[in-house]
């Protein structure tokens, strides 16, 4: 059963700093890892989408890896702003099961300007 | 193209009370998700829907908790009778690939 883990469970960073998410997941059979951003009271925003053959992906200021063989994934946010404040949450998918995610339990940022 | 719509937006009940959430997908897609997201977690799977059909509900509590989607269209969750426990985060998403899901805004229920 795969479970998904993020640490550190909040972060609180000023601006301008560079910061790592982590995230880690216990069965490497992935179809893909999807990082997303949740704002207090709204649903949830998609960053980006690694499949299971890629290493990373690139939004703007965000880059995500994937490691699968280490059960790992990055997300990276360059030149962090206080509008990054928010819950970002990984979630991965896994072969035949119907496009089902399965998420860690977020890492709650915290940009002070 | 208009999101995934989800209401009530924020629903206080007492325990024991049962009561009902709707959500309307995007339209066009085929599979529905129910997430239930308490608070400090991830949100977990309840229910998965393909066009009116349940693909999984291995984590849905079959003795409080239903849901159906008519037509494969709208779909309805309901939770008889609420516990304390249920207070949390229902989030409702739809997908026309394996790839990608949409989420509504959620239902914030509170049991008191």
């Known amino acids: 059963k795969q479970e998904v883990t993020q640490i550190p469970a909040a972060l609180s960073v000023p601006e301008g700093e560079n910061l790592v998410l982590n995230c880690s997941f216990t069965?490497?059979?992935?179809?893909?890892l999807q990082w997303f951003r949740q704002d207090p009271g709204k649903g949830l925003t998609s960053l980006l989408l690694?499949?299971?053959?890629?290493r990373e992906q690139t939004s703007g200021r965000l880059n995500a890896s994937l490691d699968k063989s280490s059960g790992r994934s990055t997300l990276y946010i360059a030149a962090s702003q206080p509008g990054d404040s928010a819950t970002y949450l990984c979630?991965?998918?896994?072969?035949?099961?119907?496009?089902?995610?399965?998420f860690g339990q977020g890492t709650e940022l915290s940009v002070k300007p | 193209e208009a999101g995934v719509a989800q209401s009530p937006r924020y629903k206080i009940i007492e325990k024991r009370q049962s009561v009902a959430f709707w959500c309307n997908p995007i339209s066009g897609h085929a599979t529905l998700y129910w997430y239930q997201q308490i608070l400090g977690q991830g949100p977990k799977l309840l229910i998965q829907f393909q066009n009116n059909g349940v693909v999984d509900d291995s984590q849905l509590p079959k003795d409080r908790f239903s849901a159906e989607r008519l037509k494969g269209v709208d779909s309805t969750l309901k939770i008889q009778p609420a516990k304390l426990e249920d207070s949390a985060v229902y989030l409702c998403?739809?997908?026309?690939?394996?790839?990608?899901?949409?989420f509504g805004p959620g239902t914030r229920l509170t049991v008191t």
């Open positions: 998403a739809s997908s026309s690939t394996e790839y990608e899901q949409y």
């Open positions: 069965d490497s059979a992935i179809y893909n």
């Open positions: 979630a991965t998918r896994m072969y035949n099961q119907g496009g089902k995610l399965i």
């Open positions: 690694i499949q299971s053959s890629q």
